[in-house]
């Protein structure tokens, strides 16, 4: 009997082993980044390193956008194969999480100021860390829901730091659009796998995105509670985003008290 016990606890800790290195390598992989940030906000801050540091955060938003675009064909590849190991992020996906952050940080640096752009991403890379830690931990359910509120929240704070701003003023409308399209996508996302139980299947590929149980009403209050935040601070002023950030921050620390406690 005891031996039968530790023969099944050895593939449960061996799991958690895995889990537990990913989540490691993403928050050390955070740590780095908010390091090149800062190199980039102090270069960017003094004419002398200027043209170097404006170069350097050029070419970390195209090698960003490159290293996304790989790491989605390789991870295509992969399925298909039937290749891909989710034990490790030495993989297509591994790429698709270091570009995408990387890209984002030459953007915002470039164009938004350094300044600007360090206080959004002493916020966005935590978070990005933290969405992984409840993606390998959480239910699906509630990953995805966050993902898509955090996305918001990352436009909301695009509205209204552009309808204040002289030179991308011409953008807002942009962002509130992108996150219109969050909202309509996760309703979709749930109407589209409601069917397979919270999946999407496409051929060999299988993506959960919601539990079995997930109700509707939750999803649809989500998706519609964010897209009236992004309308209010649209239609009402700039200034109202910056409250509607936090509105949604306030909501997602509430929802992870729930299902940590639904944990238990």
């Known amino acids: 009997m005891k031996k039968t016990e530790k023969t099944a606890k050895r593939p449960a ?13 993403v928050f050390a992989g955070g740590i ?30 195209w090698a960003g956008l490159i290293l996304a675009a790989a790491g989605i064909v390789i991870h295509g590849r992969q399925l298909a194969r039937g290749s891909y190991n989710g034990k490790t992020l030495f993989n297509g996906v591994g790429l698709l999480m270091l570009g995408l952050p990387l890209s984002l940080c030459g953007y915002l640096m470039l164009d938004f100021g350094p300044e600007s752009a360090m206080h959004a991403l002493y916020l966005l890379i ?6 992984y ?20 929240a990352v436009l909301l704070w695009l509205v209204a730091k552009s309808a204040v701003s002289n030179s991308f003023a011409d953008k807002t409308w942009l962002f509130f659009a992108l996150g219109l399209a969050v909202c309509a996508g996760l309703e979709g996302l749930y109407l589209g796998s409601r069917k ?17 149980q997930t109700k509707h009403a939750l999803v649809a ?14 239609l009402l002023g700039g200034g109202l985003g910056y409250y509607a950030v936090y509105a949604m921050a306030a909501a997602l620390f509430v929802m992870a008290v729930y299902y940590t406690v639904r944990m238990m």
Do not use: C, H
């Open 13 to 25: 800790a061996a799991e958690s082993d895995y889990v537990t290195n990913k989540v490691l390598t």
């Open 126 to 131: 935590p978070a990005a860390a933290i969405l």
């Open 196 to 212: 397979e139980g919270g999946q999407i299947k496409m051929g060999k590929f299988v993506l959960r995105l919601f539990d079995r």
């Open 32 to 61: 780095l980044l908010m390091a090149f940030s800062a190199y980039l906000r102090k270069g960017l801050s003094y004419a002398s390193s200027f043209p170097t540091a404006y170069w350097v955060a050029r070419a970390s938003e």
């Open 221 to 234: 209050g989500v998706a519609g509670g964010s897209a009236a935040l992004l309308a209010a601070s649209f």
């Open 133 to 152: 830690l409840v993606y390998a931990v959480y239910p699906r359910e509630f990953f995805t829901l966050a993902a898509a509120m955090t996305a918001d």
